[in-house]
Each structure stands twice: as C-alpha cells, then as structure tokens.
C-alpha cells in the first residue's frame, strides 16, 4: 500500500480473488477477451460499424474562441465557487514533449494510419480473429490523452499501447517520489525528481514502437478547451471532482468520449461520458422479431438488419446509448427504476458508492483535499455518506461504522492489484468504444475490494440525455444562483454579503 501525493459494460462480472494475487503482471487487453465470440469483420453489404463520428448533428451552439467560452464555464465555476484554491488558469497551452525532447506544439496524428500492413496483420493476429479488420483499424486510428500518470494509468496505458492505438498523450507536470515506486511499473529508482511522465514515456513505447507515445510535462490546468479537441478519447485518472468536471465541459464541447477512474486504495471507479455512443451487436436471428425502439432509458434500437452467414440466419442490430456529464452523475442521479422496485437489488449496491459521493462532495467544499483525521472531518463524511445513502434509496443497515472507517483508511492509498483490475476495465472498454461491436459501460463502475467486485451503476438525473443534455446546459450559457454554502473559499461574512439582494430590490 502506497500513499498517493494529493494533487489537485454491461454488468461487470465478479472479480476471481485467486486471480488478484497476480494481477500485478495484468494481461494485455488482446490477451484476455476469449471469452468472446470468435468473430468475422463485421462486414456486411447494407450494415457496418457505425463510423467513428456517426453522430447526428447536435444543435450546439458555435462559439468564435472555444478557450473564451471554456474560460467564461470556468468563470461561472469560480462564481460559484465550484473550484479549488488555485482555480483553473487559462494560459497558453505548453508544448508537447516527443520521445526525442523536441516539442511538439500540434495534437499528434495516428502513426500507423488507418490501414493495417502486413506487419500489423501479423501483429495483432489474434485481436483481429476476435473483432475484426475493421474493429482494428478503428483501434489503431485512435488518438488518446491520458492525464496523470500515477499506478491506475500505468495499467490502462499499457493496455492500450498493446492493443495498438494509434498514439498515446501523456499529461503529467507532477515529478516522480519514492512513494510513486510502490505501485508504478513505469518508473525506477532512476527517475525521481524527474517528471512522470516523460520518465515513463519511454518504457511505454518500448512496449509496443507502432504508437506514437507522447510525454506533455505541462499542467492540465494550463489547457484550453480546445486543447481537448485534438483527441478521440479523453481519460482523466486520479483527479478532484472540480477538475474533472472541468475537463467533461470542454470534452462535451468538442463532443469527444471522455473517461474518468480513481482509486482508493482498496476501493475505486470508472465514469464514462459518450455522450451518445452507437454499436452493433451481432448474434443469431431470434424466433422472435426485434423491434427497434427503447429498450432502457439510456438504450435503444436504431437499426436491424438480417443476413445469411454460413447458412445461418445472423441478425445484426445497432444500438444507441446516451449519457450523461460527470458533474450530474456523481452528484444528485438517483439509481434506475430496476434498482428502486427491488429491495433485493438495493440491498446488494455496494456502500463504496455512497462514500465515493461523500468524498466528492466533501473535496468540492473543502478546496479538493482528503477528509482528515480529526473529528470534524469525520462528522462531515459521516452526514454526506448517510445522506447520499438515502439519496439513492438504499437501506441504511448497509451502511455500517466499520465499513465508512475502511473506506477512510483507504483514501489516500494506491494498491497495485486494484489498479490492475479497474485499469484493465476501462482500457477493455475503450477498445470496445473504439471498436463499436460490444456494449460500453453505462455509466459508473464502482469496485469494492471487500466483496472483489466491479458492479456497473446507471446514474443519470431527471430529464434530457446524451446531446439533448448538453444543449439544455449550455444554452443559453447563463450562471447559475450563487449558493453561500458552497462559497468554501470566501469567509461566511463574504458569502452573507453576496448572497444579499441589493439595496431598493
């Protein structure tokens, strides 16, 4: 168990406690999908993957200087005091650092293009008999950030660059400590004092020299909106909530597929935003018809299509999911009405959920730190907790005193083999997203490392979805309410005073 230095899919199955033990070697991601089908490219005459950027279009409003509008969001944050202490300064974005120490001031390209070679063929054999040419070509086009490279994103980038993508951007300005050598497989005795991420740069293109792997030493903080533009998926790991509500406003803005995952020593989450993600699952015809419309809330059928394959009857049926932003689901969403109309369900939610929550809301009004040891902190937690709880309906007999004292003596920590697991997760589902021939997490993972589960929650508020969503928040961009209670970095008597109407109203 390391101290962590505080800066700022469809049911996921049971995690093998035998397999825990040697989840420090964690299996590339094309290793360890076998437990699908062994497929054709998923080519048909009439039905294919939908592209890349098969989304309609969305209404979003146009703005002139996509950094203006991130910095008046940011404004509007801060008005609100729905930031940490050194609030989000927009400055000119930092050059990006190669391999080869010259900067790199332009978002990089895929290095092995959108075509396969002979070589790549060869490569990738094996993923290639599992989703096909085209799933892969679409894996080897992707352009991926990852932000902060501590134990969680040495799995999820390992992963990734072996599944072949097409170029990885690492974001890192903190520099390697010992405490970072406990959990990172990236680092060595060597690179302290250096920077993160250009010291595991280089070990993570040895992996796998077809990505284009990218050190950027600078400050997520420092970037612009448009910053988050240059990629096709954006995965942000071990921040406060604020930033990465920050960052899910300008992913949104630029309608890119966002990520989000921490971990807690024995605890930990995976939040995903597509904003609205299409797929094709291919299976044979059922006796009965499929009928296109909601199937959930968040899902429903778009398309059918039927063909004959080796003499069978395959029917191929796309799908559509939408989402919603980080700052909603981990907030105020309440659980799905299959959740609600069955006590057995809601007796099985993990706690973690709940005290994830209380911890966000506590980082948001206490200037992004941890809960300390002093009882102070502790009633704070211990209200939030027991709040969100009941917020989410569920009994309180399952929230116990042992279990919020675990999850505190946990925060804080890194621990090697729940990285491994959540950091494998969430790199199988952007392989998955990229491909678009399996169903995405919808939309909070939760694992708990007292059970060694990973339950997947649908946590969405009232109201619009997906791109509907985005339009009713960002048109017209108007700030909202001051609320004094959340005003965490002005004195109460500034927070009485601004909250005042004005003399003669």
Known sequence: ???????????????????????????????????QQDAQPLAAPNMSIPPEDSMPGNGLPTFPNPDDTFATLQQTVLNNAFANSSGLMMRPMEPMMGLNGSGVSEAPHPANGNSLSADDIALYDRQLRLWGMEAQQKIQSANIVLITMKALANEIAKNLVLAGIGSLTVVDDQVVTEADLGAQFFLTEEDIGQNRAQAAASRIQKLNPRVRVIADSGSIMTKGASFFRDFDIVIATDLSPTLLAFINTATR?????????????????????????????????????TSLGPETRTRSIIKVENQKEGGKSIEKVQ????????????????????????????????????????????????????PGHNQQDLQAFTRSATHNHQLLSLPSETLRSEFLRSFLQNVGCEIAPVTAILGGQLAQDVINVRGQRQQPIQNMVVFDGDKMEAEMYPLHPEGALGRAQLEATTSPMVAAPLDPAQMFQLDPAAAAAMAMPPTGV
């Open 1 to 35: 168990m390391e101290t962590q230095d505080q800066s700022a899919a469809p049911s996921t199955q049971q995690t093998n406690p035998d397999e825990i033990q040697h989840s420090q070697v964690n299996p590339p991601v094309h290793e360890n999908n076998t437990h």
């Open 253 to 289: 803005l630029h309608n890119r597929q966002f990520y989000a995952a921490g971990t807690y020593g024995l605890y930990g989450y995976i939040f995903c935003d597509l904003i609205e993600h299409d797929y094709v699952l291919q299976r044979e015809k059922p006796n009965v018809p």
């Open 319 to 370: 799908k559509r999911e939408l989402y919603s932003t980080w700052d909603l689901a981990s907030d105020t969403s309440i659980l799905p009405p299959e959740y609600l109309k069955s006590k057995r369900r809601l007796k099985a939610v993990t706690p973690a959920l709940s005290c994830l929550r209380a911890l966000w809301a506590f980082q948001q009004l206490n200037g992004d730190r941890f």
